[in-house]
């Protein structure tokens, strides 16, 4: 990755919300949600305008509000002009970070007339298999969900906690696509007693990742426990200084830029993992294509792919247009230079 080019000029910052609303509720293990309210923030030199789009993290109550606030916060250092390593000493890991430090990587792609891709040392982009995720619902609900998802390659489920109820939702998917790959998705659900019930389905079924399946602050639960399938963390590291707290307990690092605060840093992340031996997966909280554009630099790197973000909004006129025959493809054309 090439170092971030300081931005000498005063910029002009500004930031709005956007309500996000889902197609259809989306429930998952202790939430319901209806929309993912993001952060659109600008930033300006006068003749060029970056953009980056954040929705926070819910879990750590990093909501709108809190990243307008944020935003605020820095709004005179920001303004005065500031670069992605800069910004990255600022503000912490987060939605309000992860907003500015993608404005300011189109600001510099667009001022260099370079592609954002380019400047971040990633090949050109192809298009990648993603995962398109379904709820955690009844067994009923999650094939009308199915039948209504573009072509798939791969599909991600989200548990609730229940084996017996988790295992009936697992079946009614893998009978409906013996083929696919097929992952799942905890969110905390589950503790260390479970594990071992959890797994043994989920091999009996061929899926091929668990996702996050104890509680954020209880990874101990896994020492000495070895899984026959990869673990995800997603919850457990949320930026470049978690790694090293659970590389041992975890195989794969999902890395969200809104998580992390960036794109920089998540390319930090993914390079770091790469080096301890873990692979690596790039996933999303919702948001529309302006988020997954991102994010899609970022998935040239990664080994799993979970950007299905924009299919699920209500209103992403650019979002249909990603997905074919089960990946995605962004354009670099739609965010920074093309």
Not at 194 to 202: K, N, S
Not at 204 to 231: C, F, M, T
Not at 272 to 289: I, P, Q, Y
Request: net charge negative; proline share 6%.
């Amino acid at each position: 990755m090439k170092t971030a080019q300081t931005l000498v000029h005063p910029l002009t910052l500004t930031h709005f919300r956007d309500a996000m609303v889902f197609r259809e509720p989306f429930r998952i293990s202790g939430y319901l949600f209806e929309s993912m309210p993001a952060v659109i923030a600008t930033l300006s030199d006068g003749a060029l305008t970056g953009r980056g789009e954040a929705a926070g993290v819910y879990y750590l109550d990093d909501d709108s509000a809190h990243m307008e606030a944020e935003i605020e916060r820095c709004r005179t250092a920001i303004e005065a002009g500031i670069d992605r390593e800069a910004l990255r000493a600022l503000l912490p890991p987060g939605g309000a970070r992860n907003a500015l430090d993608c404005a300011l990587w189109e600001l510099e792609s667009l001022r260099a007339g370079v592609p954002v891709w380019q400047l971040a040392g990633v090949g050109r982009p192809k298009p990648l298999v993603t995962t398109f995720t379904l709820p955690a619902d009844e067994p009923a609900e999650i094939l009308r969900r199915l039948a209504g998802l573009p072509a798939v390659k791969a599909i991600k489920l989200k548990l609730e906690g229940d084996l017996a109820a988790d295992a009936e939702r697992v079946r009614a998917v893998r009978d409906a696509l013996p083929h696919v790959w097929l992952g799942v998705d905890a969110n905390q659900g589950y503790g260390g007693d479970d594990l071992d019930g959890l797994v043994a389905m989920l091999v009996d079924q061929r899926v091929a990742l668990l996702e996050q399946p104890i509680r954020r602050g209880d990874e101990a639960l896994l020492d000495g426990w070895h899984s026959p399938i990869p673990v995800a963390a997603d919850e457990s590291v949320l930026d470049l200084a978690e790694i090293d707290l659970h590389r041992h307990r975890f195989q794969v690092i999902n890395i969200k830029l809104d998580k992390c605060g960036g794109l920089t840093e998540a390319l930090m992340m993914a390079d770091h993992a790469r080096r301890l031996g873990l692979k690596v997966m790039v996933g999303n909280m919702a948001g529309a294509t302006l988020s997954a554009a991102p994010a899609f630099v970022l998935a040239q790197l990664c080994d799993i792919v979970d950007l299905d973000g924009p299919w699920f909004l209500a209103d992403d006129p650019l979002a249909a247009a990603l997905y074919r025959d089960g990946e995605i493809m962004v354009p670099a054309a739609l965010w920074g230079a093309g």
